[in-house]
């Protein structure tokens, strides 16, 4: 069964940097595009950004190009979201996502992501 857990959220003022993290378990993590998403209370889910098998290519979205990189360690069996120069529009709760055995990264429908984790909650004050 694959897990995906996520940490690294919190609080932190407009201008600052947060790193996430997005654990991994039960099947071959070498395998799987890795995704970010984020949700903001009363809005659809965007994609933020995703990352190929061995992290060599990577997809941003539009509104984090340029402040947010996505990288992974796949001996760590982890994907990380270092997330620059935050706004308070990024506000949201984070969401790692997971698809094994399709090499296609460059994927922002949250559709095609068969596995989720619970998401961490990422709050930038003005």
């Known amino acids: 069964q694959v897990q995906l857990v996520e940490s690294g959220g919190g609080l932190v003022q407009a201008g600052g940097s947060l790193r996430l993290s997005c654990a991994a378990s039960g099947r071959t993590f070498s395998t799987s595009v890795m995704g970010w998403f984020r949700q903001a209370p009363g809005k659809e889910r965007e994609f933020v950004a995703s990352?190929?098998?061995?992290?060599?290519?990577?997809y941003y979205g539009d509104s984090v190009k340029g402040r947010f990189t996505i990288s992974r360690d796949n001996a760590k069996n982890t994907v990380y979201l270092q997330m620059n120069s935050l706004k308070p529009e990024d506000t949201a709760v984070y969401y790692c996502a997971a698809r094994y055995g399709n090499p296609y990264y460059a994927n922002s429908d949250p559709s095609w992501y068969t596995y989720w984790g619970r998401g961490t909650q990422v709050t930038v004050s003005s």
């Open positions: 990352i190929s098998w061995g992290g060599g290519s990577t």
